[in-house]
Nanobody, 119 residues
Framework: QVQLVESGGGLVQPGGSLRLSCAASKSIFSIYTMGWYRQAPGKQRELVAAITSGGSTNYVDSVKGRFTISRDNAKNTMYLQMNSLKPEDTAVYYC?????????????WGQGTRVTVSS
C-alpha cells in the first residue's frame, strides 16, 4: 500500500502562483509513474501533468509553459509548480501513483487539495 498526501492548495489571484506537494509514504518514484490530476465542478477528472519513473514529463496543453512537475526522490515528494494561474485552473488537484505489471494495474490516489483562482 502507498499513501499519498497532497498539500499546498489555497486561494490565489489570477496571475499568481502556487506550489502543490505530494508526499508518498514510501520510496516509489523509481517504479511508479506519478501524476497530478484535477477535477473542476461539473467536469471529469483530467490528467494535468505526469512524470515517469525515468523522469520524462508530459502536460495537458492548457498548462504547458505555466506548470512544472518535479520530484525529490530523497524526500519521496512530488511537486506541481503552478504559475500564471487562471480562473479555469480552479479545481481539486489529486496526486496519483500508477504502476502496471501486466495484467495488474496498481494505482493510488491522494485525498486532493483545492485550488481556487479568483480575484
Amino acid at each position: 500500500q502507498v499513501q499519498l498526501v497532497e498539500s499546498g492548495g489555497g486561494l490565489v489571484q489570477p496571475g499568481g502562483s502556487l506550489r502543490l506537494s505530494c508526499a508518498a509514504s514510501k520510496s516509489i518514484f523509481s517504479i511508479y509513474t506519478m501524476g497530478w490530476y484535477r477535477q473542476a465542478p461539473g467536469k471529469q477528472r483530467e490528467l494535468v501533468a505526469a512524470i515517469t519513473s525515468g523522469g520524462s514529463t508530459n502536460y495537458v496543453d492548457s498548462v504547458k509553459g505555466r506548470f512544472t512537475i518535479s520530484r525529490d526522490n530523497a524526500k519521496n515528494t512530488m511537486y506541481l509548480q503552478m504559475n500564471s494561474l487562471k480562473p479555469e485552473d480552479t479545481a481539486v488537484y489529486y496526486c496519483n501513483a500508477r504502476r502496471t505489471t501486466t495484467p495488474v494495474v496498481y494505482t493510488y490516489w491522494g485525498q486532493g487539495t483545492r485550488v481556487t483562482v479568483s480575484s
